[in-house]
Every structure is written in C-alpha cells, then in structure tokens.
C-alpha cells in the first residue's frame, strides 16, 4: 500500500501537536511542510512520522515530532536569528529551525552522523545551516553570541559555556538530569541582572557527550 507523506505530516500535526498544545503557527507550518522521512533510513520511512522517536545509527535517534515542536516553540524564534544547535543528529531539528528562518550553526560531535546531515541538508537546498564536527559541550565561540540555543541532549548540568555564548535577551532550551536518559526540559532566558531558569517537562534524550557532558 502506498504511504502518502503529505497525508501522514497533516495527521501528525493534528493528533501529536496542536492535540498536544503546540501553538504557533509558523512551528506547526514547517513541521507539516518538511520531509521528515527523508531524515532516517529508507528502511524506516514508514514509521517517520509516529510519535516516537527513531533509530539513526552510532546509537543517536531522531526526537519524536512533539519533543522537536516543544523545544521550537520554546526558543520563539524570528527570521535572522542566529541559533545554535548541540547534537545535530539526522539534522532534522536543524532543518526545522532553518525554515523557520533561523541561521543555524548546528555541532555533532560524531563524524559519521555530521557527514550525513550535512549532505542531507545540502541537498534539501538548506543554505542558512553550518555544520562541524565537534564536541558540542564547548559551544562555537567563534560564531557567537547567539540569540538562541538548542541541546538536542542530556547532561548532568547547563554547560557554562553555552550560558556565556548566550546573547543578552537570548534562549537556552537543554534537557537536563542527574541519571542518564532521564532528564527535566530547562528553558534558561538570560535577563540582564543573570540567567533565569524554569522547568518544562521530564524528557528522556540520549547522553550529552563531551567536556561539560557526561
């Protein structure tokens, strides 16, 4: 039977977003636009668009759409914006965040995985995206400050330097725990008198790796 992707991106957006209280538009737009089967296996095409997420190889996954709704949403993000993404995966979320228009600098700190999303992304015509290979803990100082910032997983604790790469005004969204692959979602707004902290909601993402990581 014939698997219909524009059909199978509607229902996701109805039944696992707006049904879920993603609200704004322009996250709910892009995320029913953007072709999320071509960011896994061929073999796992079919099962791109459930609410869950999916093996990508090098054991890393590909978040379940609500996770990558919420954390898009949380970071409010305006066309020209300068983002950083930690752990860009299948790059999917740093494909949502491009069409948003968000200039993206997205760091994967395992080569095979920082290959491939790069090709992918390249080939989608995403050119507002830059992509290295990494340890994403360090932040990229070379790049920043940056209006927002995305950790697409979990550490024991917030990476200072991703506070200090952080501009004034600026959005932090990082899952944060003290056990491996169960965490609290962290939205830190950096205020002019320090950073202010609140928790979302529990989440559980694969191991923040690296020098401020586990």
Known sequence: MRVDPKRQRERMVSEQLVSRGIKDARVLAVMGELPRHLFVEEALARQAYMDAPLPIGEGQTISQPYIVALMSELLMVEPGMKVLEIGTGSGYQSAVLAKLGADVYTVERIPKLC????????????????????????????????????????????????????????????????????????????????????????????????????
Do not use: M, Y
């Open 115 to 214: 290959t491939r999303a790069r090709e992918r992304l390249l080939s989608l015509g995403l050119f507002n995206i830059h992509v290295k290979q990494d340890d994403g803990t360090l932040g990229w100082p070379s790049a920043a400050p940056f209006d927002r910032i995305i950790v697409t997983a979990g550490g024991p604790e917030v990476p200072a330097p991703l506070v200090e790469q952080l501009a004034e005004d600026g959005r932090l969204v990082i899952p944060v725990g003290s056990s491996r692959r169960s965490q609290r979602l962290i939205l830190v707004e950096r205020q002019p008198d320090g950073p202010q902290w609140s928790e979302v909601c529990p989440v559980a993402f694969v191991d923040l790796v690296g020098e401020h990581g586990w």
